[in-house]
């Protein structure tokens, strides 16, 4: 039977090497500020931006929380932005989705800084990413890599099967993977048969949104599985892959909760320090 990813485990030694660049950074006089932003009252985005807060308290990165109301407009948010782009003691602006009603997340993540960008959504990093430049990329794939590297996962060669194509996680992570020389499937709601897929996997990920959507007879044997779906079902959070069976299987597996999670929030944090530590070495010339 596999190993059980430790998320937790791995974040805390993501957030121990951020709080070492942390002080450094202070000692220096810039200590890395993370502002986030909150329209509306969607409780799940409080809840996650209180998670991403206390990450924030210790690792030393001070924090604060922008809560625009329910009905604001496009421009109250973007103005929002400009405001937080000129201000030296913020280095992450945090842009919370989703948005409130029609209002366009694109237009909104283009306005931030894409030095300040620590989620990485800006089309000017999305774009550097693409082209094999990662700067600022988004937190929950680059968590993903950090941990293959830290279990020992080389890609080069290996067969990836990722299955979500969203821009959050599905793209940016073929990106990441192609940059490292796997060969990469990209999976989604329209592909036919997509156990024929997940079963050449040596590394799949599945950030679908679909409870149980893997079972154990899709998976390949040795497999390392990262499930990164966040489900509500019965009162309790499950992802997309049936642990259970898959653990049988696989070599190693991430449980939700537990794992993905927690290390997304890490990442978030050593991605803040990097952006910090770029300005301070832009002033320094
Ligand atoms: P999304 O919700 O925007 O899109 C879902 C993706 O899955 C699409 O590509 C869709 O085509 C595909 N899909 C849906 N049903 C499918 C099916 N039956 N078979 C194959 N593909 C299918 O994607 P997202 O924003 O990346 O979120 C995916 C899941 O990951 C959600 O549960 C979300 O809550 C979770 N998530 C978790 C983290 C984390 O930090 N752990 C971060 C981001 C998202």
């Given at each position: 039977?596999?190993?059980?990813?430790?998320?937790?485990a791995?974040?805390?030694?993501?957030?121990?090497?951020?709080k070492?660049?942390?002080?450094?950074?202070?000692?220096?006089?810039?200590r890395?500020?993370?502002?986030?932003?909150?329209?509306?009252?969607?409780?799940?985005?409080?809840?996650?931006?209180?998670?991403k807060?206390?990450?924030?308290?210790?690792?030393?990165?001070?924090?604060?929380?922008v809560?625009?109301?329910?009905?604001?407009g496009?421009?109250?948010?973007?103005?929002?932005?400009?405001?937080?782009?000129?201000?030296?003691?913020?280095?992450?602006?945090l842009?919370?989705?989703?948005?409130?009603?029609?209002?366009?997340?694109?237009?909104?993540?283009?306005?931030?800084?894409p030095?300040k960008?620590?989620?990485?959504?800006?089309?000017?990093?999305m774009?550097s990413?693409?082209?094999?430049?990662?700067?600022l990329?988004?937190?929950?794939?680059?968590?993903?890599?950090?941990?293959?590297?830290?279990?020992?996962?080389?890609?080069?060669?290996?067969?990836?099967v990722?299955?979500?194509?969203?821009?959050?996680?599905g793209?940016?992570?073929?990106?990441?993977?192609?940059?490292?020389?796997?060969?990469?499937?990209?999976?989604?709601?329209?592909t036919?048969d997509?156990?024929?897929?997940?079963?050449?996997?040596?590394?799949?990920?599945?950030?679908?949104g679909?409870?149980?959507?893997?079972?154990?007879?899709?998976?390949?044997?040795?497999a390392?599985?990262?499930?990164?779906?966040?489900?509500?079902?019965?009162?309790?959070t499950?992802?997309d892959?049936?642990?259970?069976?898959?653990?049988?299987?696989?070599?190693?597996?991430?449980?939700?909760?537990g794992?993905?999670?927690?290390?997304?929030?890490?990442?978030?944090?050593?991605?803040?320090?990097?952006?910090?530590?770029?300005?301070?070495?832009?002033?320094?010339?």
């Open positions: 039977t596999g190993m059980i990813i430790d998320g937790k791995l974040a805390s030694e993501v957030e121990a090497e951020t070492v660049r942390v002080d450094e950074l202070a000692a220096l006089g810039g890395p500020g993370l502002a986030t932003i909150i329209v509306g009252d969607n409780p799940a985005s409080a809840m996650y931006v209180r998670i807060h206390s990450a924030c308290d210790r690792v030393g990165i001070r924090s604060e929380n809560n625009l109301p329910e009905g604001a496009i421009d109250e948010i973007l103005e929002t932005i400009r405001g937080l782009n000129e201000r030296e003691d913020v280095s992450g602006i842009l919370q989705l989703p948005l409130p009603r029609e209002l366009d997340p694109a237009r909104a993540m283009a306005a931030i800084d030095a960008d620590v989620d990485g959504f800006h089309p000017m990093n774009g990413l693409l082209a094999g430049a990662e700067g990329v988004p937190c929950t794939p680059k968590g993903i890599i950090w941990a293959l590297e830290r279990l020992g996962v080389d890609l080069e060669g290996k067969e990836a990722i299955v979500g194509h969203s821009n959050v996680v793209k940016p992570l073929a990106a990441m993977m192609l940059n490292r020389n796997a060969t990469v499937s990209v999976c989604h709601v329209f036919k997509l156990a024929s897929h997940t079963r050449k996997a040596e590394v799949l990920v599945v950030a679908a679909v409870p149980g959507l893997i079972r154990g007879d899709m998976v390949r044997p040795g390392y599985v990262f499930d990164v779906g966040i489900n509500r079902v019965g009162g309790r499950v992802g892959v049936q642990f259970d069976e898959v653990i049988g299987v696989a070599a190693a597996v991430t449980p939700v909760p794992g993905v999670g927690p290390l997304t929030v890490s990442i978030l944090m050593s991605q803040t320090a990097k952006a910090a530590e770029m300005k301070m070495k832009m002033k320094e010339g």
